[in-house]
């Protein structure tokens, strides 16, 4: 079965903070992707980065960082410097290649950050 | 190039009606995934199309179907509506298996 865990159900940070949110996902797909979204206000959801299997590496792009550890089976996500713009939602969505299908996504519950100026 | 579009954005319904969503995917995409979101059980799969063909489906009862189109837009259909149906309901596409998917702004479906 697929699984996503996020533990933390929201978090308040002070503007220019960093913030780190945790995932921590469980599979038994030995191919299988891992995602983050935001889900602002308004409601929809958006793409962030999609880090498959077998690519461990550790990617920066701007203010967001990620860090993948198959040992842990952790995917976390780091905002350096937070802004108010950061305030929403975040998924962790995880898909199997194999056992539920490439396209099923499965969530986790979400975490609400809010940055506060 | 423009994202994903859904309509109707807003939708009330009574008990027993049924109803019908419609997602125009990104230009080039060929996947279309739906999904529905609750605050109790968060966002959920419901199914996925490829080529006009449900590719995959999630764990919903039979009263939601859909279907997709050769031009790839999709629609999804939810007869004799409970209240347990009103949520807010996200179309995704995709180039294909494994690419990310792309959202659009969903259609939240009141049921009274």
């Known amino acids: 079965a697929q699984k996503v865990t996020q533990a933390q159900t929201e978090i308040s940070v002070v503007e220019k903070e960093d913030v780190t949110l945790d995932c921590v996902y469980e599979?038994?797909?030995?191919?299988?992707?891992l995602f983050w979204y935001k889900q602002p206000p308004s409601g929809e959801l958006v793409f962030l980065i999609r880090r498959n299997s077998f690519d461990e590496q550790n990617e920066i792009s701007g203010r967001y960082s990620w860090n993948f550890q198959k040992s842990t089976s952790s995917f976390n996500f780091t905002i350096t410097a937070s802004q108010v713009v950061d305030s929403a939602v975040y998924f962790c969505a995880l898909s199997g290649v194999y056992q539920t299908g490439a396209n099923n996504l499965f969530f986790g519950t979400g975490t609400r950050l809010t940055v506060i100026p | 190039k423009a994202g994903v579009t859904q309509t109707p954005r807003y939708l009330i319904k009574t008990r027993g009606q049924q109803v019908t969503l419609s997602c125009s995917p990104i230009?080039?995409?060929?996947?279309v995934s739906w999904y529905q979101q609750t605050p109790g059980q968060g966002l959920q799969f419901l199914f996925e199309y490829f080529s006009e063909t449900q590719r995959n489906k999630g764990n919903f009862p039979g009263r939601f179907s859909g279907r997709q189109f050769s031009n790839s837009r999709s629609e999804m259909n939810v007869s004799t509506l409970e209240l347990g149906d009103s949520a807010l309901y996200l179309c995704a596409s995709s180039l294909d298996r494994s690419y990310e998917q792309y959202f659009g702004p969903g259609t939240r479906l009141t049921v009274t």
């Open positions: 230009s080039g995409h060929r996947s």
């Open positions: 599979t038994r797909d030995t191919t299988y992707y």
